[in-house]
């Protein structure tokens, strides 16, 4: 196994055990009255609520944003790395390469998450989202590095304010969007929710 191969494999780990550590914190703040990231902490009269733990909430948010920003770095060096396994490839036999590339580039129209809902007046409603959409691309999430809908919740937090840039399956046609999450009148950022396609 090439060194490559090896710090790609320390990085799908390393990517894995950070979104399951989101995943439970995310459920911290579940807990607390579904506060999640941005929900207030004091009450009408401007003092701590007193039915949640505000400790634990803001030591939760705390650490998905720092999980989050580490998330990030780690889906930059797969990028990267994933450059870098093709370019060996190439060197060491041209044809292999061929292949591998065609496999990718067919993996990467393979859509992995569908549009189930969506709401109107929403984020994803205004850049053009369509209940039934499949989605191929999400930002940096494909059916290649996709592991769980926590990391679809992820990008959408990196995404906050700018455009992301979303490639979807509707009706036979790939259709190229771009979305940008923000805090709405709504629940979340996007005002959507997708589901894994099972195959």
């Avoid at 007193?50 to 944003?65: E, G, L, W």
């Avoid at 061929?98 to 859509?111: A, F, G, L, N």
């Avoid at 191929?136 to 990008?155: Q, R, Y």
């Avoid at 455009?163 to 259709?175: A, K, S």
């Amino acid at each position: 196994m090439s060194a490559s191969i090896q710090r790609m494999n320390e990085l799908k780990q390393r990517r894995e055990d950070l979104e399951k550590e989101v995943t439970e914190l995310t459920d911290v703040l579940e807990t607390q009255k579904g506060v999640g990231l941005d929900g207030p902490l004091i009450d009408n009269e401007g003092f701590p609520r007193n039915d949640i733990d505000v400790y634990s909430v803001r030591h939760a948010r705390h650490n998905i944003i720092c999980l989050q920003n580490d998330h990030k770095e780690v889906m930059k060096e797969i990028e990267e790395l994933l450059y870098q396994i093709h370019a060996e490839a190439r060197d060491k036999q041209t044809n292999e390469a061929m292949d591998i590339s065609v496999h990718k580039t067919v993996r990467e129209q393979e859509p992995f998450v569908k549009v189930d809902r969506l709401d109107p007046g929403s984020p994803a409603f205004d850049g053009g989202i369509q209940v039934g959409d499949e989605i191929i691309k999400f930002g940096s999430v494909e059916k290649e590095n996709f592991t769980g809908l926590p990391c679809i919740g992820t990008v959408v937090q990196h995404s906050k304010g700018k455009p992301l840039n979303i490639t979807v399956l509707r009706d036979g046609e790939i259709v190229k969007l771009t979305v940008k999450p923000d805090k709405w009148s709504g629940r979340g950022l996007l005002g959507c929710n997708v589901v894994p396609i099972k195959r």
